[in-house]
């Protein structure tokens, strides 16, 4: 087998990854199942105890299907689980350490395709509660323009509602 094969397959996964990681995020987690883990995100007076959240779950449930894969799956499924664990180490640094700066020294992204992403989900988390969110992917973010035209026609900011936006976790 080539090298373009199981590439392809890392690569294709990847981009499948963030499809399904858009839909558990947005009618999962968002949703009336997922929500009393993900809360824990979103509130910014949560109990963050060691700096985990029960948001982290998710992440521990994904590792667990990938560490399956590896370790049941042989051919094609094995160049799947590398995918997806690519996918977790870009979600990872995006979401956790860029986003959330989850890590021991503070950048933000001043401009590029970084800085949407940062202030895409930093709009995800303008809202109060599960309702009414925008940007539920991790590495694509819809243009900033259209995000913000979403929020102001919900009502659903933070602000609207006479609260102070979510600060930086």
């Given at each position: ?8 397959i890392?690569l ?14 947005r009618?999962?987690m968002?949703g ?5 883990w ?13 700096g985990?959240?029960?948001n ?8 667990a ?14 160049w ?17 350490c ?27 988390h ?16 819809p243009p ?19 609260k ?6």
């Open positions: 087998m080539s090298w373009l094969v199981p590439l392809a890392v294709a996964t990847v981009v499948a990854m963030e499809l399904v990681a858009y839909s558990v995020h009618w999962i968002h009336p199942l997922g929500w009393g993900h809360k824990s995100h979103h509130d910014e007076h949560g109990d963050h105890r060691g985990f959240e029960k982290d779950l998710y992440g521990l449930i994904f590792a299907i990938t560490a399956g894969l590896f370790i049941l799956a042989s051919g094609w499924l094995w799947v689980a590398v995918g997806m664990s690519v996918y977790g180490v870009i979600y990872l640094l995006m979401h956790d860029l986003v959330h700066q989850r890590w021991p020294f503070r950048a933000i992204p001043r401009k590029g395709y970084l800085r949407r992403v940062y202030q895409a989900h930093k709009m995800h303008a809202v109060e509660g599960r309702d009414g969110c925008v940007s539920f992917g991790f590495v694509y973010a900033l323009d259209r995000l913000k035209d979403q929020l102001r026609r919900s009502g659903a900011l933070k602000r609207d509602a006479g102070a936006p979510a600060r930086d976790r």
